[in-house]
């Protein structure tokens, strides 16, 4: 454990709620692999709250934080800059204070893409399709879109809830409704890369549910993967796997992102062995509800 000093860099997540977030066992765990003198706390903020919280990190020497929701749009409104990422999907999830200022970055879309990396999950080339049309989806289409996808379409209950994709995407995409079984059965007819961006089938009231898709239809290829990491085998990913496609679970995401941030603040490359190590201990421990 670090010993906490006067010179102790200090950095935080600011969230609400944040009681049970694996984030500090990840990042203080680097901090202590690479012998650097920072610590990481867990900062509860209420949503009117957010813009003084901004002000007193800075005022009380915070080096950086990490925002989670419901802030990560809200949050837009009291930072100095924006990094390009950062404007493009419309959100934040982490903040580097230098000099009294500060600025906005967002490491969950790259995370995504470089979690794919790391399991060997071809992107470039590659035909999109996202279930969900909410933030994370957003996150997730920038990252997959600047790691050279070949189109990205959006299904989703609301579709208009996807006015986003071009802003985020720099490209040309496809937005369709899940009610419109034909048009959305032949987008996964050409689909390479399948990925769940809704909370359904998180731990919780939405536990063992799964989207309703035609699995019939789907290229026997496609890869599925799910943003979700509690529980890490969803139902959704059980389906694919049960129907012979290849699946990929959802604590990459957050494990890269966290590592993206580190590396922003420290200028270090991210020990990722220990992030995810960190992490894989903390879902085992905290268990699947």
């Known amino acids: 454990m670090t010993t906490i000093t006067g010179h102790t860099k200090l950095y935080g997540l600011l969230g609400w709620p944040v009681g049970h977030t694996a984030s500090p066992a990840m990042q203080n765990a680097a901090f202590a692999a690479l012998q650097i003198d920072a610590a990481y706390v867990p900062l509860a903020v209420e949503p009117a709250k957010i813009g003084n919280a901004i002000n007193s990190l800075i005022t009380l020497g915070f080096a950086g934080a990490n925002v989670t929701v419901p802030h990560k749009v809200e949050i837009m409104s009291f930072v100095d800059e924006l990094d390009e990422m950062a404007r493009r999907i419309g959100a934040v999830n982490t903040l580097v204070f230098q000099e009294g200022r500060a600025k906005?970055?967002?490491?969950?879309?790259?995370?995504?893409a470089a979690s794919l990396a790391r399991r060997q999950v071809a992107v470039q080339g590659r035909r999109v399709v996202l279930l969900g049309a909410g933030g994370a989806a957003?996150?997730?289409?920038?990252?997959?879109?600047?790691?050279?996808?070949?189109?990205?379409?959006?299904a989703a209950r609301r579709p208009e809830q996807a006015d986003w994709l071009e802003a985020a995407t720099g490209k040309q995409g496809r937005v369709v409704s899940l009610g419109?079984?034909?048009?959305?059965?032949a987008l996964l007819e050409e689909c390479d890369l399948l990925v769940q961006c809704t909370s359904l089938g998180m731990a919780g009231?939405?536990?063992?549910?799964?989207?309703?898709?035609?699995?019939?239809?789907?290229?026997?290829?496609?890869?599925?993967?799910?943003?979700?990491?509690?529980?890490l085998?969803?139902?959704?990913?059980?389906?694919?796997?049960?129907?012979?496609?290849r699946t990929v679970t959802g604590e990459g995401m957050l494990a890269e992102q966290g590592a993206l941030a580190f590396e922003l603040w420290t200028g270090q490359t991210a020990p990722r062995e220990v992030f995810y190590a960190k992490l894989h201990d903390f879902?085992?421990?905290?268990?699947?509800?």
């Open 180 to 185: 419109a079984a034909a048009e959305a059965g």
């Open 205 to 231: 009231k939405s536990l063992g549910q799964c989207p309703d898709i035609s699995w019939e239809r789907l290229k026997n290829d496609a890869v599925c993967c799910d943003i979700v990491y509690r529980p």
């Open 104 to 112: 906005g970055y967002n490491t969950d879309a790259p995370g995504f």
């Open 138 to 154: 957003r996150a997730v289409a920038a990252g997959l879109a600047e790691a050279g996808a070949a189109s990205i379409a959006v």
């Open 283 to 289: 879902l085992q421990e905290s268990g699947p509800g």
């Open 233 to 245: 085998q969803t139902a959704f990913l059980q389906e694919a796997a049960r129907r012979g496609h």
